[in-house]
DNA sequence: ATACAACCTCCAGTTACTGTAGGAGCAAGC
DNA sequence: GCTTGCTCCTACAGTAACTGGAGGTTGTAT
């Protein structure tokens, strides 16, 4: 029961690994709920923020965008709702890195190509070169 | 001998497939020199251009950053130097794909294996945000 | 009392464009 | 000659998700 009543957002910082200004952006977007202030105008935060914020790194290390975590932690606070809607942005999800590994993967693939064409000679031979500039034959 | 003597920024953009503002964009950011103008202002270009911006075009397919496509532009116009600057600048540039690939085959890997986890009960249930969630056991 | 750390707000910069506002020029038809 | 409509011009805001810094205040420790 030797809980810290409060935290500074230094604190916070601390203990998820976030920036202090990356909490200040997380607020500013409606992530974080705006923080209760010192009389100094200090922001304070309490353990619910704490979990609330870890869910967002923990989130965004998963590669959900900011509006996905929005909805997901909108999601999360409603206890009783079936999880299909968690489910569903979670295969949304991993369809667009799908996506961008596939895409990332052709890149590879013909700039491998084209690396391995080159036969070090100079500029004017370069197949590398030739490959990026246009065509002229004919 | 039939050939355009200049192009407007239009006809530029539609034999290369791009887009006017980003044909001035390349040229704010020095990738195209600052274009000739007519008397009322408006730009023109020559063959020597629409080959500038195809290499540039070219280059983006192929995933190469601006800073990249600049140095492979300057490199190209020296045709008499060997090539190995092109090749290490490639060489870099797919190091950084694999490591994107990399990275999201993880990031796969990890979001497919939570979303596998998942039951289809409540959100109190859902093993998707419970793993979102910090842990509290102990 | 005086450092010095930590906090505050506001704003610019990152990447590579894209879109828009507000205005001027140019060619065609009448 | 005039209007219509397309293309062009500059300049700037917005995108995603922060990051860093300037300039100023507050809290704490010595
Ligand atoms: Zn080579
Ligand atoms: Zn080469
Ligand atoms: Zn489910
Ligand atoms: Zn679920």
Redesign the interface.
């Known amino acids: 029961m030797a809980e810290a009543a409060h935290l500074a957002i230094g604190d916070l910082a601390r203990l998820t690994g976030t920036k202090v200004n990356t909490i200040r952006f997380y607020e500013e977007g409606g992530l974080l709920p705006q923080a209760e202030r010192t009389a100094s105008g200090r922001r304070i935060y309490r353990d619910a923020d704490?979990?609330r914020l870890?869910?967002i790194r923990?989130?965004r290390n998963?590669?959900f965008p900011l509006d996905a975590v929005r909805e997901?932690l909108t999601?999360?606070d409603?206890?009783?709702?079936?999880?299909?809607a968690?489910?569903r942005i979670?295969?949304v999800?991993?369809a667009e890195?799908?996506r961008?590994?596939a895409d990332?993967?052709a890149?590879?693939s013909?700039?491998?190509r084209?690396?391995g064409s080159?036969s070090?000679?100079?500029?004017?031979?370069?197949k590398?070169?030739e490959?990026?500039?246009?065509h002229t034959d004919g």
Chains 1, 2 share one sequence.
Do not use: M, W, Y
């Open positions: 704490t979990k870890a869910f923990q989130s998963l590669g997901l999601l999360a409603d206890a009783n709702q079936p999880c299909e968690v489910d979670a295969r999800h991993l890195i799908d961008k590994i990332l993967s890149l590879r013909e700039l491998s084209v690396i080159c070090h000679g100079t500029v004017a031979d370069c590398i070169i490959t990026l500039a246009p």
